[in-house]
């Protein structure tokens, strides 16, 4: 099949293939196409030529525009950080009640804040900051430390009885179960829970105020309102952090479960810190 | 009268003509369209005209809107996400008037080429009328159809070199002003045309100013009919647009054939002959470089020239128009029937004619009537019904809107007091370029209260807030509801938001969650 052989009917001629009697045309490509393709083919040796491109042994062609993707989102970060460099300038220099004041710059430290939290606080907290039993919930008006910026912020930065910062919030109920008797337990649970809800037993009450004040008040205060100094829970409230109800306040009282919260001073450092005081304090319950 | 000999015969043949078809990629055949005139180009100048005018002069119309939003009649601010059309303001969310005018748009073309064949493509295509500006400059500079062929034929001369310069230059000055005439619609046009010239226009208007410059050149001056003929999806459509009683441009062989240079010869023979006396002029008007005469045929633009060029020469011929005329499919076969003798015989001119020379009373002719048919009648119904619907929508839009994000995570909050807290994103849109102070109230949710974060606002049932002109106003707002008010896991209560100036008023319903037993 040496010869060119032409097709009858096109007047094209053939590759010179054949199967069972059918032959390809020989159409070429449009030239506009062929060029195309050629420069294409040009652009893609520069292409090579100006980025990195070729596998060498070890590492790849430069490239002689110097160009690395590296490089480019190392530059774009530094343009991030450039970019709201005033902001985290301003976080830096003014306490976290300004920062709150302040319209723009509560929403950028909320926003940064927010993003903090969700690395470093939701394993316990919860991605909504709604918490979970032994857990408190950051939405809410209960506030075991305090709930203005600044308090959140010393509870973040330091943390709750942890033991390796000098400056941790500290408090610590004693087990009554070895101190007061089983009776004593089960009248102070019974007036501890009349003071937000309905108890079983009415009679327990009376003398469950007598015990109560005998025992609790120095930490929970005489009306049972707590203290935000010592971290003395409000037992009056609907919120309960190991459970509502009189069998859960006698286990509490008998062996109280003590929750720890680590310091992040150390690990964030103070602008994270403040960013997350404002995230938390905005989400609803701040004082 | 003249003779017929009298008339000029042009050396002209279609470059898709059977007798030289060629092999499938083949090199263009150069095309020279001559200068055409009459009533068909007389209308092709006017709407050239008016198109032409209404692309470079929109972006300058002004449409004053007040302070707070651009006064140019016809603007697409793609920064701040408006569309401006003189009374009318689209936010982004409102396009589906776009997408409605598209539809239009589209059942618009289907009715007119069903009635009217490709007069899109004929007369107001973009690509047609930049080519007949682009064509207009060649023959200004060149000459007409022979000038232009012996020109590009000659070796190359100083004269030809300068007058190609010449025509690429202008040419690529239309390109320019045409690509510079686009930017305008998307930005203040004033502003921007002091930028562009002072090299303080963003990169981007410069670089689509390049690009349009490029293919303007490169569609109007260098491709031309190829675009049409191999680029553009229309002309396979259209077989599906047309049917028997469209109106197309059509040579009518029923009166043409057999077509003769020498018909008085042929005549002494006592043969018949037609009224075409193959002299091409139809041929030579072409842009697109066809015969029209070969029949109805996908390259054809329908652009009318040849009905000029050959009405012409039939004026000359002392001929009735129309031998090349606009005809629907019906018409052309019942007057082919009678030419043929119910088609058992080649054409014969004279069985279409009277003795005295006139056309036959049986010969048929368009009515205006053919227009109205079942399916022009849908195609209008459908145009009519989407266009009263965006109509009566854009009538009746709000220009007032509230948004409302529930919050999920938590779902509610529970308060030392045993209330229970929802959280919500409420969006405020203000969509006029006004101020103006929205109202929020909340209808439902017995003994409930609402308050906004980072706002000293007092907790309330309704609180007023100022919006900005042509902004969105998002406010995070806490609702909370005493446990004993509280009837069920999932309450339904409504976010009313009014303007108490003008009483515009949306309304949204929102669910406010608590836990199964509130205490």
Redesign the interface.
């Known amino acids: 099949m040496s010869d060119e052989h032409i097709d009858e009917i ?3 001629s053939t590759t010179g293939h054949e199967w069972d009697g059918i032959r390809e045309l020989n ?5 506009w196409w062929v060029w195309t393709f050629y420069i294409t083919v040009v652009w893609a040796i520069g292409y090579t030529i100006a980025y990195p491109a070729w596998p060498l042994l070890h590492s790849a062609t430069k490239g002689v525009l110097g160009y690395s993707s590296r490089n480019e989102v190392k530059n774009e970060l530094a343009a991030a950080e450039v970019a709201k460099g005033k902001y985290v300038a301003a976080v830096e220099s003014k306490s976290v009640s300004e920062i709150a004041a302040d ?1 723009a710059l ?1 929403e950028f430290a909320a926003a940064a804040g927010g993003a903090a939290f969700k690395v470093n606080c939701t394993q316990c907290h ?5 918490g979970s039993a032994g857990f408190p ?1 950051l ?4 506030w075991l430390w305090g709930g203005t910026a600044e308090q959140i912020q010393q509870t973040i930065t330091h943390g709750i009885r942890f033991a390796t910062d000098a400056e941790t919030r500290l408090s610590e109920m004693p087990a009554f179960g070895d101190i007061i008797t089983a009776d004593q337990i089960a009248q102070v649970s019974a007036y501890v829970a009349s003071l ?2 309905k108890v079983h037993d009415a009679s327990l009450i009376q003398p469950g105020a007598k015990v109560f004040a005998d025992n609790c008040v120095a930490c929970h205060g005489d009306n049972a309102k707590g203290n935000k100094e010592l971290g003395g829970p ?1 037992l009056t ?3 309960w952090l190991y459970g509502s109800g009189e069998t859960a306040i006698a286990d509490q009282v008998r062996a109280p479960k003590q929750g720890v919260m680590p310091a992040w001073g150390a690990r964030l450092g103070e602008t994270k810190v403040k960013e997350l005081a404002v995230y938390i304090h ?1 989400l ?2 701040g004082e | 009268m003249l003779d017929k000999t009298q008339v000029e015969r042009l050396e002209a043949e279609a470059v898709n003509s059977a007798r030289i078809r060629q ?3 083949a ?1 263009r055949k150069k095309i020279f369209p001559k200068r055409a005139s009459g009533n068909f180009r007389r209308f092709k100048w006017l709407v050239m005209a008016i198109t032409l005018g209404i692309y470079y002069l929109t972006p300058w119309l002004r449409w004053d809107r007040g302070p707070f939003a651009p006064d140019q009649a016809v603007l697409l601010d793609v920064a701040n996400r408006r569309f401006y059309f003189f009374f009318i303001e689209i936010w982004p969310q409102e396009f589906f008037y776009v997408a409605g005018l598209l539809v239009m748009a589209g059942v618009g073309l289907f009715l007119i080429t069903s009635t009217v064949g490709r007069a899109w493509c004929g007369y107001a295509c973009p690509q047609t009328v930049w080519v007949d500006l682009f064509l207009v400059v060649e023959r200004a500079i060149e000459g007409d159809r022979n000038a232009r062929m012996k020109l590009d034929a000659g070796p190359w001369t100083a004269r030809k070199l300068m007058l190609r310069v010449f025509k690429h230059t202008i040419w690529l000055v239309i390109g320019a002003a045409t690509g510079g005439a686009w930017i305008f619609y998307f930005a203040d046009a004033p502003t921007l045309l002091g930028e562009l010239f002072t090299g303080t226009a963003a990169p981007v208007a410069y670089i689509t100013v390049a690009v349009l410059t490029a293919t303007t050149y490169t569609f109007g001056g260098l491709m031309r009919e190829q675009v049409c003929t191999y680029m553009c999806p229309w002309p396979r459509i259209q077989a599906a647009m047309l049917d028997e009683s469209s109106l197309t441009v059509t040579y009518n062989d029923w009166r043409g054939e057999p077509r003769s240079r020498h018909a008085k010869k042929v005549q002494a023979t006592g043969q018949s002959v037609g009224d075409c006396v193959d002299c091409n002029a139809c041929v030579a008007v072409c842009p697109m470089g066809i015969d029209i005469r070969d029949g109805q045929q996908l390259e054809c633009i329908t652009c009318a020239l040849c009905i000029d060029a050959c009405d012409g020469v039939m004026d000359k011929l002392g001929k009735e128009r129309g031998l090349i005329s606009y005809a629907t499919l019906s018409d052309y076969n019942a007057n082919m029937m009678l030419a043929t003798a119910g088609g058992a015989n080649s054409v014969n001119p004279s069985l279409v004619r009277t003795a005295d020379g006139l056309f036959s009373d049986k010969v048929s002719h368009f009515h205006i009537r053919k227009i109205f048919r079942p399916r022009t009648y849908v195609y209008m119904g459908m145009w009519s019904l989407i266009g009263l619907g965006l109509l009566y929508s854009l009538l009746t839009r709000d220009r007032l809107e509230v948004n409302v994000l529930h ?4 779902q509610f ?6 209330s229970i ?1 929802n ?1 919500y994103t409420v969006k405020l849109l203000n969509m006029i370029p006004e101020p103006r102070t929205i109202v929020v109230t909340m209808q439902g949710l017995q003994g409930a209260d609402m308050s906004v ?2 706002d000293d606002i007092p907790a309330g049932r309704s609180f007023a807030i100022p919006v900005e002109p042509d902004r969105l106003k998002m406010l995070k707002v ?1 609702v909370r509801q005493p ?1 004993e008010q509280i009837r069920g896991t999932a309450q339904i209560f409504t976010f009313r938001v009014e303007d108490r100036a003008s009483f515009e008023a949306d309304e949204y319903t929102a669910t406010f969650n608590a836990p199964e037993i509130a ?1």
């Open positions: 096109s007047g094209v159409n070429p490509l449009p030239r319209d509560r919860g991605s909504g900051a709604q919930n939405n809410d008006d209960d937000s809800g409000d409230d609907a919120i905005s609803g319950g | 092999r499938l990629y090199p919050d999920r995570n938590p909050v529970t308060l030392s007091d045993g807290r959280g974060v980072g806490f446990a205490r």
